[in-house]
């Protein structure tokens, strides 16, 4: 039997990550269209609505009820608005590992909230599920991504040579391929001894969301 996250809420006192909703389609569509989405990402450009509802409707919770990750909108408490996504990808429920990524809104960044999204994400996967190793991947020339490694107690293991492939502007304006390395960084539950104070108040998490 396969091993699934719950369907799950998990909320701060400025957060609340959710599963995205079809009434996060435009505002989705929009965040995954910014130019640093896209210099970063895999995602298709331009990222259409029909590729935001077929993410959110199909290929999302397929991914939690195959048990090969979660994924879950980051939104404002006060505001609902999506402000970012996580996503726990590649599980092995064997050994207790997943991998997280994040996208940060072009109108919330400067908040901290993806740091704050990451750190409540580990928490809850160590506290609630009882996993044993969170990795992350970074571009060697993301450093906003390396700073929130960093910033939520991450541990650098080393470099992957060529092993992912970024994208530039032309000087013609166009998207162009562009080969470099991946850091990764890997997180256990003891790296969070202390960077969990950074959440006043802590997290709440919420099973059987609907």
Same mark, same amino acid.
């Given at each position: 039997?396969?091993?699934? =996250? ?17 009434? !996060? ?26 590729? %935001? ?38 599980? !092995? ?11 940060? %809104? ?15 994400? %580990? ?7 009882? =996993? ?16 929130? %490694? ?23 304006? +166009?998207?162009? +391929?562009?080969?470099? !390395? ?23 998490? =919420?099973?059987?969301?609907?």
């Amino acid at each position: 039997m396969t091993s699934t =996250f719950p369907n799950v809420s998990i909320s701060t006192e400025r957060l609340v990550l959710r599963p995205l909703e079809e009434p !996060d389609i435009q505002s989705f569509a929009d965040m995954m269209n910014d130019e640093l989405v896209t210099a970063w990402t895999s995602v298709p450009q331009p990222y259409t609505e029909a590729h %935001a509802r077929s993410w959110i409707t199909e290929q999302a919770p397929a991914e939690r009820a195959e048990g090969r990750g979660i994924v879950l909108a980051v939104t404002e408490f006060l505001t609902q608005r999506l402000v970012g996504v996580v996503h726990l990808r590649n599980t !092995d429920w064997r050994i207790r590992s997943s991998e997280i990524s994040y996208v940060i %809104a072009p109108w919330a960044r400067g908040e901290g909230y993806a740091s704050e999204a990451a750190l409540i994400t %580990a928490q809850w996967l160590f506290n609630d599920q009882k =996993f044993e190793r969170l990795e992350l991947r970074t571009p060697a020339d993301n450093t906003a991504s390396q700073q929130v %490694a960093q910033k939520i107690g991450c541990i650098s293991e080393g470099v992957l040579r060529g092993a992912w492939i970024a994208r530039a502007r032309t000087d013609d304006g +166009e998207w162009t +391929e562009v080969r470099t !390395d991946l850091i990764v960084w890997s997180l256990l539950p003891e790296d969070l001894e202390g960077v969990g104070d950074q959440l006043p108040g802590g997290f709440t998490s =919420f099973g059987d969301w609907n």
